[in-house]
Nanobody
Framework: QVQLVESGGGLVQPGGSLRLSCAAS????????MAWYRQAPGNERELVAR???????DYANSVKGRFTISIDKTKNTMYLQMHKLKPEDTAIYYC???????????????WGQGTQVTVSS
């Protein structure tokens, strides 16, 4: 099993920045891909960004140029650096892990509990 624990969410003003962290533990050898998803009230969970163990990255169009996904393998931790935040970025952000390069939530076997990000003045 793999355990994922997110941290770093909170309240930020529009235009501000925030960094989310996702610490992985357990059978991390199973992981080839890690991702950030988000879900706003009334919406489906959507892919924000994903990163492979080899460093390949992919972003949703809505966050390109504003968000950066990265991994620190020495700490078994994934990050999402968010800049120029907008009210529409408000959501619960989830960390996910998988053995395969997928975009559907069904492709991800392990999930964190989520962390709330609220962008508001």
């Amino acid at each position: 099993q793999v355990q994922l624990v997110e941290s770093g969410g909170g309240l930020v003003q529009p235009g501000g920045s925030l960094r989310l962290s996702c610490a992985a533990s357990g059978s991390i050898f199973r992981i080839n891909v890690m991702a950030w998803y988000r879900q706003a009230p009334g919406n489906e969970r959507e892919l924000v960004a994903r990163i492979s163990s080899g460093g390949l990255t992919d972003y949703a169009n809505s966050v390109k140029g504003r968000f950066t996904i990265s991994i620190d393998k020495t700490k078994n931790t994934m990050y999402l650096q968010m800049h120029k935040l907008k009210p529409e970025d408000t959501a619960i952000y989830y960390c996910a892990a998988s053995g395969r390069w997928g975009t559907s939530t069904n492709d991800y076997d392990y999930w964190g509990q989520g962390t709330q990000v609220t962008v508001s003045s």
